[in-house]
């Protein structure tokens, strides 16, 4: 029971849609330009540079938000499986970013969402996942490559220290812990399939920061 309250807590969170709620303040549908998708790049490529640091915090301490409600809610009663209640509701908030059921079920790729669980999951992987994002952009200046590499950071950090005995949490629910990661990275890669259709083609759209780059 408590895992559906987590999914739960964290879908409502996800709910909260930054780029399309800053998009109508601004007279516009996020959805319906650029590459239509009510995330953090799509908002950096068509309202700015404010709109995009903006969508990115916005999404990822929704994320943020909704595991320290359930750190709340069962720290003191359920220690030994917080740490996984803390993944259900961060996947509970992701699903909500990506299928928001009162825009049509049409909402992001949950990039920054997951930035959100990196955060509030463990300190080491979110400066291993930020290292690799950083120098995968920044060399390549693909967002979506470096978006599903933070997956690959993720997974395979979450295994290591699963195994290694570095996490807070009971044993037994490890392999739960690894089955919910996987299917995270893999409804990643899923709303990433155009994107790396178009890797695998060389003509993906890369995104500069500074202003004086043409985007390609």
Known sequence: MERVVCLAIGYACGLFQTSYIYGKMHGIDIRNYGSGNAGTTNALRTLGRKA???TLLGDAFKCVIAVLIVHLIYGRSNPDMVLLLGLYAAAGTILGHNFPFYLGF????GIAAT????LSFD????LAALAVFLLV???THYVSLGSILVYVVFVGGLFFMGQS???KVDEGYLPEMYLLSLALMAMALYRHRENV???LKG???KTYLGSGHKEG
Do not use: H, S
């Open 52 to 54: 995009g640091a903006l």
């Open 106 to 109: 049409k909402g992001g790729k």
């Open 115 to 118: 930035a959100g669980l990196l």
């Open 123 to 126: 300190w080491r992987l979110t």
């Open 137 to 139: 952009f920044f060399t």
């Open 165 to 167: 005995g570095m996490l």
């Open 197 to 199: 259709k178009r890797l």
């Open 203 to 205: 003509c993906e759209r």
